[in-house]
């Protein structure tokens, strides 16, 4: 890096200029500034076809144009890519000034477009990516950095938020911390009744609203669960009121069983011989047994459908 003088025929804009509107009375205030007082602080350009690129200070290099400057001090710097550029032109104007939303999603976007994997892929940035990238640090403090926390809820917004929150934030009518809130309420229709109200309601009125919304999903979730609890230990004890019931079949089948097979035991030999009276007597014997035996086929229809499950 060296520090010049340069012609301001010498210099282009930055065709990556993060910023896409430069407001003329506060162009006209600093070039008035300059006409006082000089420029305090020199610019950074980059050589780019013969000429010098801005790469940051582009409102300052405008100024001194209006302020019919000749020459002005620049820093020029070798870059390595675009990326770079584009990582130091977005530094530089959110230090200074910061971006619009608008401004600063497009040109995320394209940065982390440009750079590709992992900081960009199938159309959504990595977030603590190219914070760290932007930043300059280590993932664990960019993590910290207003950068992160500002590109966090855009990316909110971008991902879960509605079209009428994007709307409303693009045309600066809710502000980003409120969208980002509000972007993060899984029920669409909840978001779109917020954005609604956000037109009526101050900024700290629909943070409120938000909050009792949060508030009443968290009752929600508990009273789910708590009835959810409850349905299974209803299921649970149903489940083991069959099996005990089975256990107690399979005990009564034994009972009955035993009782005939003694009967008959004793009396095999003497079938032939039987008489009428005594094959009533052991068919009467045998009909509960068969009530039984037919009562528990649903029974254990029932088992086999608890044990499947």
């Keep these: 890096m060296e520090l010049k003088e340069l012609e301001l025929n010498q210099i282009k804009p930055n065709p990556f200029q993060p910023r896409e509107k430069f407001k003329k009375e506060e162009l006209r205030e600093l070039a008035d500034n300059i006409k006082k007082h000089?420029?305090?602080?020199?610019?950074?350009?980059?050589?780019?076809?013969?000429?010098?690129?801005?790469?940051?200070?582009?409102?300052?290099?405008?100024?001194?144009?209006?302020?019919?400057?000749?020459?002005?001090?620049?820093?020029?710097?070798?870059?390595?890519?675009?990326?770079?550029?584009?990582?130091?032109?977005?530094?530089?104007?959110?230090?200074?000034?910061?971006?619009?939303?608008?401004?600063?999603?497009?040109?995320?976007?394209?940065?982390?477009?440009?750079?590709?994997?992992p900081y960009y892929n199938k159309g959504w940035i990595n977030v603590p990516k190219l914070s760290e990238y932007v930043t300059g640090t280590a993932r664990s403090h960019a993590n910290a950095t207003p950068f992160y926390h500002k590109l966090s809820k855009l990316f909110a917004v971008q991902s879960k938020g509605t079209d009428k929150i994007k709307k409303l934030l693009k045309e600066e009518k809710l502000d980003l911390d409120t969208a980002a809130r509000i972007s993060r309420i899984e029920d669409k229709d909840t978001q779109n009744e917020l954005a609604e109200l956000a037109k009526n309601k101050s900024t700290k009125e629909i943070r409120q609203e938000v909050q009792r919304h949060n508030f009443e999903q968290k009752a929600k979730e508990v009273r789910d669960k708590i009835?959810?609890?409850?349905?299974?230990?209803?299921?649970?004890?149903?489940?083991?009121?069959i099996v005990n019931k089975f256990i107690s079949k399979i005990d009564g089948w034994n009972h009955n069983l035993e009782i005939i097979v003694q009967y008959t035991k004793g009396q095999r030999n003497i079938f032939s011989k039987f008489s009428h009276e005594n094959r009533m007597i052991l068919l009467d014997n045998l009909k509960p047994l068969r009530r039984e035996l037919e009562k528990s086929l649903h029974l254990v229809t029932k088992l086999m459908e608890v044990l499947s499950k």
Excluded: C
């Design 38 to 117: 000089g420029l305090i602080e020199p610019i950074v350009v980059t050589p780019k076809d013969g000429k010098y690129m801005v790469v940051a200070g582009e409102r300052r290099w405008r100024a001194h144009n209006l302020a019919q400057k000749p020459k002005i001090f620049a820093i020029v710097k070798d870059y390595n890519s675009e990326s770079d550029i584009k990582r130091d032109s977005l530094v530089e104007n959110e230090m200074r000034q910061n971006l619009s939303n608008e401004e600063f999603k497009t040109f995320t976007f394209s940065l982390a477009k440009s750079l590709g994997e």
């Design 227 to 241: 009835v959810k609890e409850v349905d299974e230990d209803k299921k649970h004890n149903y489940e083991v009121g």
